[in-house]
């Protein structure tokens, strides 16, 4: 199918992104400034194009859903959200230098669906549990929180490897505005994610007759919104910021990876559909 070659194209298109940022980090030359933002958003272009043609064959094959339902198509969307939310950072903040540590989650991400078994790039017809409005919301809304969560990660290792603000460093954004960055990422991650729950427990009670069920990736995006939650009552009760902030931030993306593939291979549930078997 011709949206599988292209989203493959756009797997090593953002592995070249992400080598033109390193260029950037390591030379400092400005053109590749602009070579690589425009090489991203051409990327990120091609991979909605990717995304709309796998939903438009859908429809051709008389399926017609949204590309949200197994877990290729989940990490799919969950580069694109990674790579659109950081090109919005860099469009504001105009610091160019981000690049080179946010670009690989979405080269990875892309990378991990490549090698998905065939079974999970093929489109296939909804499980009845799939078949709700409720899951375009739920699934838009998660994937934007843990987009946004990996871009906070991202930042975060920069504050954490940043031990000046002269000589190198001085390139990156001062701490402080880093700091914020990381606190505006994540602020805008947990009400999406917040978002994503509550539809998602709605989505539940149509599918399965009931709310909340305790499933394993239930509980985990509820042990993931009470990191980010301790996160936001740390910043604005205790004060807390910087260093501490960051090292939560990243305790927070590493359960937001567990959520979303430690309890596909390791605990069975409802969620079991988006497995990769």
Same mark, same amino acid.
């Given at each position: 199918?011709?949206?599988?070659?292209?989203?493959?194209?756009?797997?090593?298109?953002?592995?070249?992104?992400?080598?033109?940022?390193?260029?950037?980090?390591?030379?400092?030359?400005?053109?590749?400034? *602009?070579?690589?933002?425009?090489?991203?958003?051409?990327?990120?272009?091609?991979? +909605?194009?990717?995304?709309?043609?796998?939903?438009?064959?859908?429809?051709?094959?008389?399926?017609?859903?949204?590309?949200?339902?197994?877990?290729?198509?989940?990490?799919?969307?969950?580069?694109?959200?990674?790579?659109?939310?950081?090109?919005?950072?860099?469009?504001?903040?105009?610091?160019?230098?981000?690049?080179?540590?946010?670009?690989?989650?979405?080269?990875?991400?892309?990378?991990?669906?490549?090698?998905?078994?065939?079974?999970?790039?093929?489109?296939?017809?909804?499980?009845?549990?799939?078949?709700?409005?409720? @899951?375009?919301?739920?699934?838009?809304?998660?994937?934007?929180?843990?987009?946004?969560?990996?871009?906070?990660?991202?930042?975060?290792?920069?504050? @954490?490897? *940043?031990?000046?603000?002269?000589?190198?460093?001085?390139?990156?954004?001062? *701490?402080?505005?880093?700091?914020?960055?990381?606190?505006?990422?994540?602020?805008?991650?947990?009400?999406?994610?917040?978002?994503?729950?509550?539809?998602?427990?709605?989505?539940?009670?149509?599918?399965?007759?009931?709310?909340?069920?305790?499933?394993?990736?239930?509980?985990?995006?509820?042990?993931?919104?009470?990191?980010?939650?301790?996160?936001?009552?740390?910043?604005?009760?205790?004060?807390?910021?910087?260093?501490?902030?960051?090292?939560?931030?990243?305790?927070?993306?590493?359960?937001?990876?567990? +959520?979303?593939?430690?309890?596909?291979?390791? @605990?069975?549930?409802?969620?079991?559909?988006?497995?990769?078997?």
């Amino acid at each position: 199918m011709w949206n599988i070659k292209i989203l493959s194209w756009v797997t090593f298109l953002y592995l070249g992104c992400f080598l033109l940022y390193l260029s950037l980090l390591v030379f400092r030359k400005k053109a590749l400034q *602009k070579i690589a933002t425009w090489a991203t958003w051409l990327t990120l272009a091609l991979h +909605t194009a990717g995304i709309i043609l796998r939903w438009i064959e859908s429809h051709k094959m008389g399926i017609g859903h949204a590309p949200f339902s197994n877990l290729y198509e989940s990490l799919i969307f969950f580069g694109w959200c990674i790579t659109f939310l950081y090109l919005i950072i860099e469009r504001k903040y105009k610091n160019y230098l981000l690049g080179a540590f946010v670009l690989p989650f979405s080269f990875l991400t892309m990378a991990y669906a490549s090698f998905s078994p065939d079974v999970n790039s093929r489109i296939e017809p909804l499980l009845p549990a799939l078949k709700s409005n409720w @899951l375009i919301v739920h699934v838009i809304t998660c994937f934007l929180a843990y987009g946004a969560f990996a871009v906070s990660c991202g930042l975060s290792i920069v504050y @954490l490897l *940043k031990k000046s603000e002269s000589g190198f460093w001085e390139i990156f954004p001062s *701490k402080r505005q880093l700091d914020e960055l990381i606190y505006q990422t994540i602020a805008f991650g947990f009400t999406l994610l917040t978002i994503g729950i509550i539809t998602g427990a709605v989505w539940a009670d149509k599918a399965w007759g009931s709310y909340w069920s305790w499933d394993p990736k239930e509980t985990w995006s509820l042990i993931t919104w009470f990191i980010y939650a301790l996160f936001l009552h740390c910043r604005f009760v205790k004060g807390w910021k910087e260093k501490k902030m960051a090292v939560i931030s990243i305790i927070g993306f590493a359960s937001v990876l567990f +959520t979303y593939f430690g309890v596909n291979f390791l @605990l069975a549930g409802l969620h079991s559909y988006a497995t990769p078997g």
